[in-house]
C-alpha cells in the first residue's frame, strides 16, 4: 500500500512571494488584454471621424501599425514593470522573511527557557516592531521571573535548612543521650516547628492573596483604633531595640471597610520591618491621614534606608537588601512585606514604599478606601 507524500510546507515568505506574483501577472495580462481590446477599437472610431475610407487599404495599415505599436509597446512595458515590481517583492519579501524568521526563532528560545534573547526591531512598520519589542519585554519579564524563582528556591532552602537542623540535631542527641528530654529541649523543638509552621502559612497566604483566594472578614474599622491597639502589642520590643515609637494619628475618625486581623497583620509586619532596619536611639512613627476617598497609613523610619537598586524589589518574595542578614539574626523570613501588599490589594488598596537612598529612612504608605 503507497502511502502519500506530504507536500512540503510553504513558508510565510514563500507565500507571501507567490501572492505578490500572481497579483503582478493577473494585474499585467488584464491591462495587456483591456488595451488589445479597448484600443484598436477607439483608433478605428477616431480614423472614422477623421473622414478616412474604411475600406481602404491606408487606413487598414494605420490600424494594423497602431495595433502592433501597442501592443508590443504595452507588452515590453508590462514586462520591465513586472520585472522591476518582482525585485522589489523579492527584497521586500526577504526582509520581511528575516524579520518574522528572528521573531520566531526568539520565540522558541524563550520557550526553550533561553531569555536573555532580543530581537532588533525591522523598521518595516510598526505592527513588525511592535512584535519584536512585545518579544524583547516578554523575554525580560521572564528572565525577571526566573531570577526570582531561583532566588526564592534557594532562599527557601535556606529558610527551611537553619530550622530543620535544629531539630535534626537535638533528635539525634536525643537518641545519644547527650541531652535530656526536658522542657529546654522541648521548647527548642517547639520553636523550630513554630517557624516552619508560620513559614508554610506564610507561603500559603501569599499565593491565596495574589490569585484572589485570600479570606476575608471586612467590618468597619476604626483605623486610628487599631494602630493604638498594634502598637500596644509591639511596644515592648521597641523599648527592648532603644528605638522610639511615636504616633501621629487623624483628628477625624478613619473608619475603612477591612478585615481588622488582616490589616493589623499588615501593620504588624510594617513595625517589625522597621524595628529591624532601624538602629538604638532611631524612631519609627506611624501616621493615619485623609486623602480624598481614602485612608493612608504611613510607617515612617529614620534607619538604614533602601538604595534606588533595591527600592523595587522590597516587597518580592524572599528579598533582602542585604543577604548577610537571615531570619535568625533578626533578617525576617522576607515574606512579611510580600504578604502585606498582597492583603493591602485584596482590599482595593496599595502598599507602597519610598526611601531617598542609604541612611536616609524609609516610609511605607498603606492606602485603603473609607467606609
Known amino acids: 500500500m503507497s502511502r502519500t507524500r506530504p507536500r512540503a510546507a510553504r513558508g510565510f515568505g514563500a507565500r507571501l512571494l507567490l501572492a505578490q506574483a500572481l497579483l503582478l501577472i493577473a494585474g499585467a495580462v488584464t491591462a495587456y488584454l483591456v488595451a488589445s481590446l479597448v484600443g484598436p477599437g477607439l483608433f478605428h472610431q477616431h480614423l472614422l471621424e477623421a473622414g478616412t475610407d474604411p475600406s481602404s487599404s491606408e487606413t487598414y495599415h494605420l490600424e494594423m501599425a497602431f495595433r502592433d505599436a501597442l501592443l508590443v509597446a504595452m507588452g515590453v512595458a508590462l514586462l520591465v514593470s513586472v520585472g522591476a515590481a518582482l525585485a522589489v517583492s523579492v527584497w521586500f519579501t526577504r526582509r520581511v522573511q528575516r524579520s518574522t524568521r528572528r521573531v520566531v526563532d526568539a520565540a522558541a528560545d524563550v520557550a526553550a527557557g533561553r531569555y536573555d534573547v532580543r530581537v532588533p526591531a525591522s523598521g518595516l512598520g510598526v505592527e513588525l516592531d511592535r512584535m519584536s519589542s512585545t518579544i524583547n519585554e516578554l523575554g525580560a519579564r521572564l528572565e525577571q521571573v526566573e531570577g526570582t524563582r531561583r532566588r526564592m528556591l534557594s532562599d527557601l532552602g535556606h529558610e527551611l535548612r537553619t530550622p530543620l537542623a ?54 468597619r474599622v476604626d483605623l486610628d483604633a487599631l494602630v493604638d491597639d498594634v502598637l500596644a502589642t509591639e511596644a515592648a520590643a521597641f523599648e527592648a531595640r532603644g528605638v522610639t515609637l511615636r504616633t501621629d494619628t487623624s483628628a477625624a475618625t478613619l473608619a475603612v471597610d477591612a478585615d481588622p486581623e488582616r490589616i493589623g497583620q499588615v501593620l504588624t509586619n510594617l513595625l517589625r520591618n522597621a524595628l529591624r532596619h532601624t538602629p538604638a536611639g532611631g524612631t519609627v512613627t506611624v501616621r493615619t491621614a485623609q486623602d480624598g476617598a481614602h485612608a493612608v497609613l504611613h510607617v515612617v523610619d529614620d534607619g538604614e534606608g533602601i538604595t534606588a537598586e533595591h527600592l523595587p524589589h522590597v516587597f518580592e518574595r524572599f528579598y533582602r537588601a542585604d543577604t548577610s542578614r537571615t531570619a535568625a539574626d533578626g533578617g525576617g523570613s522576607g515574606i512579611g512585606l510580600t504578604i502585606s501588599r498582597a492583603i493591602a490589594e485584596a482590599h482595593g488598596g496599595t502598599l507602597t514604599a519610598r526611601s531617598h537612598g542609604a541612611g536616609t529612612g524609609a516610609t511605607f504608605a498603606l492606602r485603603l478606601p473609607r467606609t
Open 166 to 219: 535544629t531539630v535534626e540535631a537535638h533528635l539525634e542527641a536525643l537518641e545519644d543521650g547527650v541531652v535530656a528530654a526536658d522542657a529546654a529541649t522541648f521548647a527548642v523543638l517547639r520553636s523550630s516547628t513554630h517557624r516552619l509552621r508560620r513559614l508554610a502559612d506564610d507561603l500559603g497566604a501569599v499565593s491565596r492573596a495574589q490569585e484572589g483566594r485570600l479570606e476575608l472578614h471586612p467590618a
